[in-house]
């Protein structure tokens, strides 16, 4: 597909940009472990810079992000090295108001890139209707899942993307630990 006409890449200036971030580079020397021992699922959201509204630095966190901040098998890959390898032990999961994935349906979008593609996705959307139920989902795929082994300390937020502010989701009882 080609791009569309008003559009025009942008990775030399961010090469440029890159130049003056290296001029300034003070990370040298930063463990491979993070320091406060935490992993945060967050959605890709453009909207959300997750070191900014948490207040953490460089070397403090992994931050995994996909569509929605879906707990895929990708997700808890992820999170099994970051436990097993690098040292986590505490899990925050942030989704949004506003979501791109609360403008599909799961049967819908899969349909229409059958229709474009000539295959039907075999992967899960991960299409929601509202966030609170879908960060109550995902921790209970943590909970569910043999795979991550630090399971005390899981928490999820919905961010509003509006005023910054991170609302708790409290888990499902039936999968809390
Ligand atoms: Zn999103």
Not at 104 to 117: A, Q, R, S, V
Not at 129 to 145: F, G, H, I, K, T
Request: charged residues 20%; glycine residues 6%; contains cysteine.
């Amino acid at each position: 597909m080609p791009n569309t006409p008003d559009f025009s890449p942008n990775t030399d200036d961010l090469l440029s940009n890159n130049a003056q971030f290296v001029a300034q580079f003070q990370d040298a020397g930063l463990a491979l472990v993070p320091q406060r021992h935490l992993a945060i699922v967050a959605c890709m959201d453009s909207r959300m810079d997750i070191f900014q509204m948490l207040g953490l630095h460089h070397g403090d966190a992994h931050i995994i992000r996909n569509a929605g901040g879906a707990v895929t098998d990708d997700v808890v890959r992820s999170l099994v090295i970051s436990q097993r390898q690098l040292k986590t032990q505490e899990i925050i999961l942030i989704h949004h108001t506003n979501c791109g994935l609360q403008s599909i349906t799961d049967d819908g979008f899969k349909n229409e890139i059958e229709k474009d593609c000539g295959i039907k996705p075999w992967w899960a959307t991960e299409a929601f209707a509202d966030p609170y139920q879908d960060v109550r989902q995902s921790m209970a795929r943590l909970q569910n899942s043999p795979f991550i082994v630090y399971k005390d300390h899981i928490r999820g937020f919905v961010y509003d993307v509006e005023t910054g502010i991170l609302h708790e989701v409290e888990p499902d009882s039936r999968h809390s630990a």
